[in-house]
């Protein structure tokens, strides 16, 4: 059975930084798109970055370009996302993602969730 585990979310001023990991186990997801959305109270899940199988595509939705930074690691079974200048709009629970290919990385492809990590940025 396939599981992504979220880590390292948390509470952080605003203009500080966080960096999300993602672990796969249960199954080799290395040919996999694999992204990071989130979600907040009110709010549909929002896509912010999708990466290929091998690091050699990314997406990043406008309103974190520039600020977050998707990466590939372990073979292709992890990913990260290094989130810097963080706002208070950012707060949200990060959910890690996986679909079977780059460009199906969107909230209705998705074939495996994590279980979502709280981000919280205080002014």
């Known amino acids: 059975q396939v599981q992504l585990v979220e880590s390292g979310g948390g509470l952080v001023q605003t203009g500080g930084s966080l960096k999300l990991s993602c672990a796969i186990s249960?199954?080799?997801?290395?040919?996999?798109?694999m992204g990071w959305f989130r979600q907040s109270p009110g709010k549909e899940r929002e896509r912010l970055a999708a990466?290929?199988?091998?690091?050699?595509?990314?997406y990043y939705t406008d309103t974190v370009k520039g600020r977050f930074t998707i990466s590939r690691e372990n073979h292709g079974n992890s990913i990260d996302l290094q989130m810097s200048s963080l706002r208070p709009e950012d707060t949200a629970v990060y959910y890690c993602?996986?679909?079977?290919?780059?460009?199906?990385?969107?909230?209705?492809?998705?074939?495996?969730w994590g279980q979502g990590t709280q981000v919280t940025v205080c002014s």
């Open positions: 249960g199954h080799t997801l290395i040919s996999y798109g």
């Open positions: 990466i290929s199988w091998n690091g050699g595509r990314t």
């Open positions: 993602a996986a679909a079977q290919s780059y460009m199906r990385v969107t909230a209705g492809e998705v074939e495996f």
